[in-house]
């Protein structure tokens, strides 16, 4: 992508070097920068349907704000089953209405809004489908995707020396281990739904 | 808002900075304000788009939406930036970088912000994300003293690592002859290092590294 015409660094300095410009574009760019940028690059005309494609942003954008401050305002945690309820809300649809009329089954869409559904079990076109006779927004659905994992990201090692027991002093939920217990290893699962929530989003980007 | 109502009674159709700004703020002229801010940045944006993404215009107009998706965002939630134009072309330029980073990593997380940091900007930063706004204010001052002793250093490393310019377009944005040009990268480079290395944020991950690497 980039020419490098100049001499290779030291070890220690292409280490630092590569955090440095993986890190440049970060903090706003210079003034210089941005005027030379400028003037080096030309501007062509937005097309109609690129100007009519930035209105459904804008329109899509309001829509996100709106649902970050209905999440705030009821402490909710963001998922993508919160956000689908969200926008059927917002259209005044009912589950039963939004299956009939996106032609999806009832229970599949009621799991997906309960958070009830796997990547592995979300289909990309049915969801694009949805997404899209809702009005929602691509980005917010990537971000939201990693919810839909299931699985635990770890799993503790089991062996007839382990010993896992509630700790009734180390806090709600975490797991008081022995000294010499073996570390918890990822647990595959995980990373295959981690691979599937990849596919999911590759998928919608191309079905947009 | 005043000078949003200055600019709607003399129904003027060039928006300034500020009143793009304050009309995001405002609901009410929020949609107006996204597309004066888009009539008048667009073009630009989707000009340098289109370069990072080597003429491919279908993904310049993809990144272009995403971009100001962005933008609408969180100028509806934030104060306004130092300077529009300027963050506008961050903005794109750094959704254009994380897309071509996600491609070459495609890891689903990578880069991933949770939606409460970001969108909602309440919740308290995660210690991950404090130490990556450490690093990046370490970096943004290595960049002013970068350009307090020469700007073009600063342009010529953001020209090429952040607006993806190959050397002949630098050379004929810049003017400065291609044959001088690697040298001047060059010494870009080492001040950057050096500079960096001042800065003890990263220098104690640099140290990091060091007694990583120790056997």
């Not at chain 2, 949770?114 to 930063?125: R, S, V």
């Amino acid at each position: 992508m980039m020419e490098h015409d100049t001499e290779p660094l030291e070890p220690n300095d292409e280490r630092l070097w590569e955090l440095l410009t993986s890190c440049l574009g970060n903090e706003e760019l210079g003034a210089e920068t941005v005027s030379t940028l400028e003037a080096s690059t030309a501007a062509p005309p937005l097309s109609p349907g690129l100007k009519s494609r930035l209105g459904r942003v804008a329109r899509q954008a309001e829509a996100d704000l709106e649902f970050a401050t209905t999440l705030e305002k009821h402490r909710q945690r963001a998922t993508l089953g919160s956000y689908l309820t969200f926008l059927r809300g917002k259209a005044e649809w009912t589950v039963s209405e939004t299956a009939k009329r996106v032609r999806l089954e009832f229970q599949w869409l009621a799991d997906l809004e309960r958070d009830a559904l796997a990547p592995t079990e979300i289909p990309a076109r049915r969801l694009a489908e949805l997404l899209k006779r809702l009005k929602g927004s691509l980005e917010m659905v990537e971000r939201l995707l990693p919810s839909t994992i299931q699985a635990p990201r770890q799993i503790a090692t089991s062996g007839r020396d382990s010993l896992y027991r509630r700790g009734s002093s180390t806090g709600q939920g975490r797991w008081s281990e022995p000294p010499d217990a073996p570390p918890a290893q990822e647990n595959p699962e995980y990373r295959e739904q981690l691979h599937a929530v990849e596919r999911l989003r590759e998928q919608l980007r191309a079905l947009w | 808002m005043a000078t949003l109502a200055s600019a709607e009674r003399a129904g003027s159709a060039v928006w300034s900075d500020d009143e793009i700004c304050a009309g995001m703020r405002d609901p009410a002229h929020r949609e107006r304000a996204f597309r004066a801010l888009h009539v008048q940045y667009g073009p630009r944006l989707l000009g340098l788009l289109t370069r990072i993404c080597h003429g491919d215009q279908d993904r310049a107009e993809d990144l272009l939406c995403r971009s100001l998706y962005k933008a609408y965002v969180h100028l509806a939630q934030s104060p306004a930036p130092r300077s529009l134009r300027a963050w506008l072309y961050t903005v794109a330029t750094r959704t254009a970088l994380d897309e071509l980073r996600q491609s070459a990593h495609r890891d689903p997380l990578y880069h991933s912000v949770p939606l409460d940091e970001e969108l909602l900007q309440t919740a308290a930063p995660t210690e991950e994300a404090g130490s990556a706004m450490g690093l990046d204010a370490a970096v943004g001052a290595v960049l002013l003293e970068l350009e307090a002793e020469d700007p073009r250093y600063r342009t010529l490393l953001e020209m090429e690592h952040v607006g993806i310019c190959d050397r002949g377009e630098i050379a004929a944005a810049t003017g400065i002859e291609r044959k001088q040009l690697s040298q001047y990268l060059k010494r870009a480079r080492a001040r950057f290092l050096v500079l960096a290395r001042q800065q003890p944020v990263l220098a104690a991950l640099e140290r990091g590294w060091t007694a990583e690497d120790r056997p």
